[in-house]
């Protein structure tokens, strides 16, 4: 969650580089559900409330505060995937709302929520995702875009070989080793040992391998998952 900085919390604040406006916008909670390769017993729809409003209260606010959503609409009524269907659970309108699921999560996601707050078209934004109900395997994890790519889907490009095209041109221009791709894998993979709470766990070979089956080169079956669980951050300016 990301607040303005004239926005008092319960909880200490982490500043966010501003670039925009003259407020500066800064990360003021975060919660994430239980997280696991599959979560048959929850649902997309039940993980996102708990997200959210575990987001909230670790930042001491309410639903009340918020008026920034980016955070994608699990269903089933609504507009799946757009934020717009928050505003009725929220039960106020909502000033600002991202129109792609790109928005709601990851770097870009709370960089554009950062620049929304700085620029006032918000005061408290809450952005977050994730999904359940969906066991991974080998080759289930990212192997469809959805709906909406019409100039990527009839062509049968789903999601790995995109991500290949990008890794592909940074190795062109920079000249990034698939040992180097495979040793920031195994990394996280080693990390997530460590962590009782990881969906994954086991140690990976040190230095890292890069023999593992393609996916789609260059990346290799050493890319990341995407496992069953939700998270939301709540931001101020």
């Known amino acids: ?27 003021v909670g975060i919660y994430a559900t239980e997280q696991r390769r599959a979560l048959p017993e929850r649902t997309s729809t039940d993980l996102a409330p708990e997200s959210v ?69 918000c ?8 999904r359940a109900g969906r066991p991974i395997g080998p080759v289930s994890s990212g192997t469809t875009t959805g709906g909406g790519f019409e100039f990527m889907n009839r062509y049968g490009a789903h999601v790995m070989p995109q991500f290949a095209l990008v890794a592909q041109r940074h190795m062109h221009e920079f000249g990034t080793t698939p040992r180097q791709l495979a040793e920031v894998a195994a990394t996280i993979r080693n990390n997530s040992a460590e962590n009782p709470e990881a969906v994954m766990h086991g140690k990976g070979p040190t230095p890292p391998t890069t023999s593992s089956p393609p996916a789609s080169s260059p990346p290799r079956y050493t890319c990341s998952t995407a496992p069953s669980s939700r998270k939301a951050v709540p931001l101020s300016s």
């Not at 969650?1 to 580089?17: C, F, I, K, S, W």
């Not at 269903?75 to 934020?83: A, F, H, S, W």
């Open 1 to 27: 969650m990301l607040a303005n900085d004239n926005h008092e919390t319960t909880q200490g604040v982490v500043p966010v580089r501003r670039e925009l406006g003259s407020r500066t916008a800064v990360i």
């Open 53 to 121: 409003l575990g987001a909230l209260a670790d930042a001491g606010l309410t639903t009340g505060d918020v008026d920034g959503v980016a955070v994608d609409w699990p269903g089933p009524t609504g507009q799946i995937g757009y934020t717009t269907s928050w505003a009725r659970i929220f039960g106020h309108p909502i000033n600002y709302m991202t129109d792609s699921v790109q928005d709601n999560a990851g770097p870009q996601g709370v960089m554009k929520a950062a620049a929304a707050l700085t620029v006032g078209l």
């Open 123 to 130: 005061e408290v934004l809450v952005l977050g995702g994730g």
